[in-house]
């Protein structure tokens, strides 16, 4: 009907898109996913309708009763004949709509046991790869970089990029997450943006992205907006951290630490090595000095030959022993030998000392009940 | 090997040398095997610059860590 078209054309004209304030009722989610409501006041009301398509906006349907303002077109739907309100955005007092959408996320992952402290994992001490799910341009990565740079540069930092803002956010932050388990190359993630308006941070209270964070293979670190702001991801996340800079400072260990440990360490493996040497040395003590003794002349020939690995047991602590005068004597194949039965004239050894390896060969072979005592050839074998 | 596990391996060798029933052949393959893990943990921490990477997948699902440029 012509008529009908043509009012609308004039309430449309005559009314851009505006704010009313008005008190919720008859509330009605349709199947067909659009919502249908009054907005009144003391003495009228308006009919409102919010398409499904153009309320992504609106973070959850009021309640009848709520105060709100909304935001929206007059307009006349031609079928029915009706003037209605046609709401793309709505606020409620007291951020009503945005806390009743967090409690709704919030009671289902909860039913869910995504929620669960007993679901938290560890985050790694020595991460090798840092994996981080935001913008390339924001100031969560710069941050993010800055601390890793001090703390520990070993760590890498891969940034897997994701928009963190806008419509197309929670889809960008659950493919994002899908990249990150399906590469499976990084020990820890930190997903996360810097502070802005309460929109602008919404991705990370979306459900479909908390339910991807869940299912991380690899342990999260949420870092979302400001130290006031916490959000359904810093929820599910195995660590919260408040901002960019604090999750960096979690994931990433200082290198100082990792120094100290890995000297503590080396320590260790170095006693043990010389009460290892100690042991042994009744055994092979006596036989290797006199051997280390006369094969001194062929050290430079030695080291050159055996350095790969005489160098390696010198850089631990059966240097302290050796450094006493003793040596470890080896078969050439490297067998370590702790009695003289299997040497006879002309069996080549090894000796491994403090400063390298010699090459000999066995000259004699005395077996004694209190001490075996051999002599390389070469000169300079003293008893 | 990341230095998370070269340490646990350190860990483990330390543990295991620490029975005085092991013969000196084992305790000398343990030892250059603790040099070895001891190298690559220390060669780990040599690094001065932190490196920024991205990842990017290509339309196979191969994914390859790219340096990110400014």
């Known amino acids: 009907m012509a008529l009908t078209a043509t009012a609308r054309d004039v309430l449309e004209g005559a009314f851009t898109p505006l704010w009313v304030r008005g008190e919720v009722s008859d509330f009605k989610a349709h199947r067909n996913g659009h919502w249908y409501f009054c907005l009144r006041d003391g003495d009228a009301q308006l009919k409102c309708v919010a398409w499904s398509r153009e309320r992504r906006r609106i973070p959850a349907p009021p309640d009848d009763g709520m105060q709100i303002v909304a935001f929206g077109q007059l307009t006349v739907y031609p079928a029915r004949g009706e003037m209605q309100f046609s709401v793309t955005r709505m606020e409620a007092e007291g951020d009503g709509l945005w806390r009743k959408a967090l409690e709704l996320t919030r009671a289902r992952l909860h039913a869910d046991g995504l929620l669960d402290l007993s679901r938290k994992r560890a985050i790694p001490r020595h991460p090798r790869r840092v994996a981080v799910i935001t913008s390339r341009d924001g100031a969560a990565l710069r941050d993010i970089f800055a601390v890793a740079q001090r703390r520990c540069p070993s760590v890498e930092i891969v940034l897997v990029p994701a928009a963190v803002q806008g419509d197309s956010a929670p889809e960008s932050l659950c493919f994002a997450l899908d990249q990150v388990a399906r590469w499976g190359d990084a020990d820890v993630v930190i997903i996360g943006r810097g502070g802005g308006a309460r929109e602008d941070l919404w991705a990370f209270n979306d459900e479909r992205v908390a339910r991807a964070l869940a299912t991380c293979p690899i342990p999260t670190i949420s870092a979302v907006g400001h130290e006031i702001d916490v959000s359904i991801c810093d929820l599910v996340a195995d660590l919260r951290a408040p901002t960019p800079s604090a999750a960096a400072e979690a994931a990433v260990p200082v290198q100082a630490e990792l120094r100290e440990r890995l000297r503590a360490s080396a320590e260790t493996l170095s006693a043990l090595a010389s009460d290892r040497v100690a042991s042994a040395r009744t055994c092979a003590g006596e036989v290797a000095r006199g051997i280390a003794r006369g094969a001194s002349r062929r050290f430079d020939r030695g080291r050159l030959q055996l350095e790969s690995s005489a160098t390696r047991l010198n850089a631990l602590s059966p240097l302290a022993t050796l450094d006493r005068g003793y040596a470890i004597v080896r078969t050439a194949a490297g067998r370590t030998l702790r009695s003289v039965d299997r040497l006879e004239p002309g069996t080549p050894i090894e000796l491994v000392m403090r400063d390298g390896t010699a090459a000999a060969t066995v000259d004699r072979v005395l077996p004694n009940d209190r001490s075996a005592v051999a002599s390389a050839s070469g000169t300079g074998a003293e008893s | ?70």
């Open chain 2, 1 to 70: 090997m990341s230095f998370e596990a070269s340490m646990a391996r350190l860990e483990s060798i330390a543990a295991r040398l620490e029975d005085d029933e092991l013969d000196l052949d084992t305790a000398l393959a343990l030892f250059e095997e603790g040099v070895a893990e001891l190298r690559a943990a220390s060669a780990f921490l040599t690094q001065a610059e932190t490196r920024l990477k991205q990842l990017n997948e290509a339309a196979d699902g191969v994914f390859r860590v790219d340096d990110l440029r400014d």
